[in-house]
């Protein structure tokens, strides 16, 4: 099988993949599959059962993907579970070559090695690749057991016949890499419709500083950008989240951590070169101290004070007067009280938006803090979406599934 030759997808590029890798001969022929994988940009991370470690050393895979290979329950370079940690990262899991043992041990929920433990935990599309004798593959046994398997919605890659390492003529040869890979576009196009896209999200309330130790700043707990962040992840893109609110790690997002609507500017600048999409769910502050004392203000010796306030300039409006970032998507965020869609417009088209999320923030059942967000997505080209009351989350994939198909190609 003469792996070296089949171009590596455009989709796969840029995806977390987990090879698992079980104890058949044709364990070689994935050495050069997980090589062509890492050349094109994936990252690769390789498990494998002990009789895999015979026909191939873990040294082979480590050196061709670059990262630590994961050869058992107790391998704790990664993490002290190192089967959650790697079912956590996978965004696709290509199980190659399945061995009829393997196979089985999947069937019956098995979770006692690293490769069936992953598998238990995994969250990601699973693509199983059977490699045995023909007569292993043909007993009742093993294609009962694969049923069971496609039943469980994992994509199996059908062996090939020809030359079998035994002698015999007959299907049971893994799969070429064309078809694995063919299987793997297929079993990751469903869910990673953004993978390849740079998306960038800003999320909380600004911290405008008013002396070392107090600032001004907002009700918003930053859930609704985080969830934008999470949902595009999900979905396969390289996120980077410019956020003032902290919130549990994801993989695949990248957090930058700011306070001030400047510092929040500085990092736009730098991360939105190159990126796709902005998502601007944070709540810039308008206003901020004109002038920031350098040391404690004590109300010993202040018996009363004023706050002088200056504008903080609009962030997102003077992204569209950058050239640079003509290629940037850009959709913003307003909490409104009243008439959402003709305030909402007005925004979009003062700030140079592509697309903007009007909020009713009349709604008490809603809004800032909350699970919950409802409102709705209007576009520069006119077009409108209702966005029905759902959690955050809920409402971040809907307004990534109306944004994407106006994603430049
Ligand atoms: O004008 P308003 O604050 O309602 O607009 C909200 C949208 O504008 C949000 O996307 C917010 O992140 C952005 N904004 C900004 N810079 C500001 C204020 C708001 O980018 N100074």
Redesign the pocket.
């Known amino acids: 099988m003469p792996l070296d030759p089949t171009p590596i997808p455009d989709e796969l590029r840029g995806l977390r993949v987990a090879v698992l890798v079980s104890g058949g001969i044709a364990a070689y022929k994935i050495v050069d599959l997980a090589s062509a994988l890492t050349q094109a940009g994936c990252e690769v991370r390789v498990a494998m059962t002990p009789s895999a470690m015979r026909f191939v050393g873990p040294p082979t895979f480590a050196g061709v993907t670059g990262r630590p290979v994961l050869t058992g329950m107790w391998s704790a370079d990664a993490s002290p579970e190192p089967h959650v940690f790697l079912g956590d990262w996978a965004q696709l899991i290509l199980v190659a070559p399945a061995t009829a043992n393997v196979i089985g041990r999947i069937a019956s929920g098995r979770s006692d090695d690293i490769v069936t433990a992953t598998l238990l935990a995994a969250r990601s599309p699973v693509v199983v690749a059977p490699a045995m004798n023909d007569a292993m593959w043909a007993k009742a046994a093993v294609q009962e057991n694969v049923t069971v398997l496609r039943k469980r919605g994992i994509t199996i890659v059908e062996p090939e016949s020809g030359h079998l390492a035994s002698g015999h003529e007959g299907a049971g040869r893994l799969a070429g890499s064309a078809a694995l890979l063919n299987a793997m576009v297929h079993a990751a196009r469903s869910r990673y419709d953004l993978a390849g896209r740079r998306v960038v999200v800003?999320a909380g309330g600004?911290r405008e500083p008013i002396d070392p130790v107090r600032f001004i700043s907002n009700y918003s707990s930053g859930k609704m950008g985080f969830a934008l962040a999470a949902a595009a992840a999900d979905r396969g893109a390289k996120v980077t989240l410019v956020t003032t609110a902290n919130h549990p790690q994801h993989h695949g997002i990248a957090v930058q951590r700011v306070d001030t609507?400047e510092e929040?500017?500085a990092e736009l600048r730098s991360q939105l070169r190159g990126a796709d999409l902005l998502l601007?769910?944070?709540?810039?502050?308008?206003f901020r101290p004109a002038h920031l004392a350098d040391r404690k203000i004590r109300r010993e010796e202040t018996p009363s004070l004023s706050l002088e306030l200056a504008?903080?300039?609009?962030?997102?409006?003077?992204?569209a007067s950058d050239p640079e970032l003509d290629g940037v998507f850009r959709?913003?965020?307003?909490?409104?009280d009243s008439e959402l869609d003709a305030?909402a417009v007005e925004?979009m088209k003062?700030?140079g938006?592509q697309g903007?999320?009007a909020n009713d923030i009349s709604r008490r059942d809603i809004g800032f803090g909350s699970e919950y967000n409802a409102g709705v997505l209007l576009f520069a080209d006119g077009s409108r979406h209702e966005l029905e009351k759902a959690t955050k989350r809920e409402m971040a994939d809907k307004i990534l599934d109306k944004v994407l198909p106006k994603l430049k190609k």
């Open positions: 800003t600004t609507a929040m500017q601007m769910a944070a709540a810039v502050g308008d504008p903080i300039p609009d962030l997102v409006a003077s992204l959709v913003g965020f307003a909490a409104e305030k925004k003062r700030k938006l903007i999320v």
